[in-house]
């Protein structure tokens, strides 16, 4: 397998090496076609089938319930925060929203054009180091559901578990934290995600909404915005981003490969482990996040000396550990440990710090 440096974007982020070889070995020739995925009609019997595989396999790894449709949609996770208000309001005028972080307050913003959002929880008072326990949610009866984001990305702060919120239907953005471990997909009315982080490369977007739910948009839905038309059209009812689907269906397939989520899971919960005790054992590292709300995914941290993070950045890069700047909006350093980041890379990481804090400390 070919080496390269380990990446620790936070999305786009790294894709496992096998999937990009396999990519360029089919990239001319997908399997004595003749053609490449990206040249294929997306109705052809080809793509179809790829397509198809790509549904089959998430649904098993997810174990994804019959009575829930999947959709491989344009337009990022940041349509969704559109599409959820527009097509699951059915009728109703007030939602409930968690503020657990910037891609909250993004999803807020946007649901607030279509309806009356009631914030239950707000972790604006503790900079968005903690989530106060959902026991104590202002829930709303009359809300048309609850929203919260599974993992804030740009904070590293994770629910780890399902808030429990009755019989009002529960929705998540799990952009950067679906497939990172098995979920119960029945408690959930709705999961959304971007693709570019657990799934492939930018330019999709995976929505799997249960099917009781759709049919009752609001009556200004855009066509391409209406789940019930693209969950009958099969994603398909205009050109979808076939290159990506393609893609998203052969990490699935290496998932697969690994074990499945089960696998995966032990494996990322080890290198969060790993990578936190690293930063808690040093004075020379911090993470200021309460320990059971710690994303496994997104591991933000700073130096006791804020000057020497260029430095800290630029001997990263030295040393084959890229990307490891904080999110613009809060500085600071940030590792992002996904699914396709071996555990090779996070102990490499970990010497370097431990070397860095020898230096400079
Ligand atoms: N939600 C979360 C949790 C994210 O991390 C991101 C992107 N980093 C988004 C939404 C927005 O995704 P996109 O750029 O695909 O619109």
Redesign the pocket.
């Known amino acids: 397998m070919t080496l390269r440096p380990y990446n620790f974007s ?2 786009p982020a790294v894709m496992p090496t096998e999937v990009l070889e396999q990519a360029q070995a089919e990239l001319l020739d997908w399997r004595g076609t003749g053609m490449s995925v990206m040249e294929m009609s997306h109705r052809g019997k080809e793509f179809t089938q790829i397509a198809e595989e790509a549904e089959s396999d998430l649904r098993e790894l997810l174990n994804i319930p019959a009575n829930y449709r999947v959709m491989f949609l344009q337009g ?3 349509s969704q925060f559109a599409m959820i208000p527009l097509n699951l309001l059915r009728g109703k005028t007030q939602a409930d929203y968690c503020n657990t972080g910037i ?1 909250s307050q993004k999803a807020i913003a946007e649901a607030q054009r279509y309806c009356s959002v009631n914030v239950v929880t707000d972790s604006t008072a503790n900079k968005f180091t903690s989530i106060a326990d959902p026991s104590t949610w202002q829930l709303n009866p009359n809300a048309a559901y609850v929203h919260y ?1 599974a ?3 740009i904070n590293g702060l994770e629910l780890h578990t399902p808030p429990q919120v009755g019989d009002v239907p529960l929705i998540s ?1 799990m ?2 934290t679906i497939l990172s471990r098995p979920i119960d997909v029945n408690q959930f009315a709705a999961i959304y995600a ?1 693709a ?1 982080k657990n799934i492939g490369p ?1 330019g999709l977007s995976v929505v799997i909404v249960r099917e009781d739910l759709l049919g009752n948009p609001l009556s200004f839905t855009p066509t391409m915005f209406n789940y019930k038309v693209m969950a009958d059209e099969k994603s398909m009812y205009n050109t979808p981003p076939t290159y990506t689907w393609y893609l998203a269906g052969l990490v699935f397939k290496w998932l697969k490969k690994q074990g499945g989520l089960t696998a995966i899971a032990e494996t990322n919960q080890r290198k969060a482990t790993a990578l936190y005790k690293a930063i808690d054992d040093s004075d020379f590292y911090n993470n200021a996040i309460e320990l059971r709300y710690r994303s496994w995914m997104n591991v933000p941290f700073t130096l006791a000396d804020a000057n020497l993070e260029k430095t800290f950045l630029a001997e990263a890069a030295q040393a084959g550990l890229l990307t490891l700047a904080g999110h613009r909006t809060v500085g600071g350093l940030r590792a992002s440990i996904y699914n396709a980041m071996p555990e090779s890379g996070v102990k490499a990481l970990i010497d370097f710090m431990q070397a860095f804090a020898k230096r400079y400390g």
Request: net charge negative; aromatic share 6%; proline share 0%.
């Open positions: 936070a999305g990022g996770a940041s891609w984001i993992n804030e990305t953005d952009s950067s971007g570019q930018a």
